[in-house]
């Protein structure tokens, strides 16, 4: 790091005899790193340019209220409460022909959510959980594990078919292959990990039966079957009638039987009465 900065004075000094007036901005601090709150600040120096303003930009968009037209050539911006959304890349501009800017960096812990933090399966199916991840920087390593009575077992890509881990910086997903409700159910943890620390977030993992999976169906199935049952028996139902209004010749018994029949139960009504 000493001969960094050696290296990095001694090109600056040549850079300067070079160019005499160069403009340099000095920048305090030089980068902010795990704090809550922060003052930055930026000094133009070596300049003989005329100053027709300055601004500050946040991730290279322009912060809001920032925007001076003065003649300063030092800047101050406060940052009250930093939050993973607050962190990234900090520019000062001077306003000058040509434009001259620095940066200061402000790193965070990462952010890391789950995307649902409930997710399920089908046994035998797979099933993935998605971890993604917000701030500055974003994570360089990405781990996962499932909780087991309290404790959490790191997962290792690539061990066996069962678990498959796809990481980029600001996304990870595990898949778990071959769901089976009596080993799979339960809390995986994703944890993204930058140069300042680790941040984590849970997921509960929940696996339906085969037999749950079909259940849609079979209520289709015994929908159509009762459906077609009550057609069938009303149609059988419907049948007698309809024979004896279309056909007169062949239903001729039938009909006088049923005549005789409601003549008897006419009889055994007014018997009774
Ligand atoms: C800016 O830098 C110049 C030259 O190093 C110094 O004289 C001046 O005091 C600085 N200004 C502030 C506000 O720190
Ligand atoms: C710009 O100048 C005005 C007065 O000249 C002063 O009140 C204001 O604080 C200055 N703004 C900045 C950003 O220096
Ligand atoms: C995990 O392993 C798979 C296949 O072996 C590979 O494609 C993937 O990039 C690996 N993921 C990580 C995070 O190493
Ligand atoms: C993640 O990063 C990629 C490129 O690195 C970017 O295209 C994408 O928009 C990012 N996604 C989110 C959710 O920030
Ligand atoms: C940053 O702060 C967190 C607690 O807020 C701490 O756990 C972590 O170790 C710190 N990291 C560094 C690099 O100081």
């Known amino acids: 790091m000493k001969l960094l900065w050696v290296v990095s004075a001694l090109l600056l000094g040549c850079w300067r005899a070079n160019a005499s007036t160069a403009p340099t901005i000095v920048t305090d601090p030089l980068e902010v790193s795990n704090q809550t709150s922060a003052v930055l600040s930026c000094n133009l120096t070596e300049s003989s340019l005329p100053i027709k303003g300055s601004h500050w930009l946040h991730n290279g968009k322009l912060i809001d209220g920032s925007e001076s037209t003065n003649a300063t050539a030092y800047r101050i911006l406060y940052l009250h409460k930093i939050t993973h959304s ?78 498959e881990i796809k990481s980029t910086p600001n996304k990870t997903t595990l898949t778990v292959n071959d769901l089976s409700i009596e080993n799979d159910i339960g809390h995986y943890v994703c944890s993204g990990t930058n140069e300042l620390g ?15 999976a079909l259940w849609p169906f079979l209520g289709i199935v015994a929908e159509v079957i009762i459906l077609v049952t009550i057609i069938f028996i009303y149609e059988k139902r419907r049948k007698p009638d309809e024979v004896t209004d279309d056909d007169d010749s062949g239903a001729a018994p039938l009909k006088s039987n049923s005549t005789e029949n409601h003549k008897d139960k006419n009889v055994r009504q007014r018997n009774s009465n």
């Open 86 to 163: 607050s962190g990234g890349k900090y520019e000062c501009v001077f306003l000058t022909e040509p434009e001259v800017k620095q940066t200061i960096e402000v790193k965070t812990l990462p952010h890391v959510a789950a995307s649902k933090h409930s997710e399920h399966g089908n046994e035998n199916d797979k099933g993935a959980m998605v971890c993604v991840s917000h701030g500055y920087p974003l994570p360089t390593d990405w781990t996962w594990f499932k909780e087991e009575d309290g404790s959490q077992t790191p997962i290792i890509n690539g061990t066996s078919d069962k678990y």
């Open 198 to 212: 680790t941040n984590s977030d849970k997921i509960y993992l929940r696996v339906r039966s085969r037999l749950a």
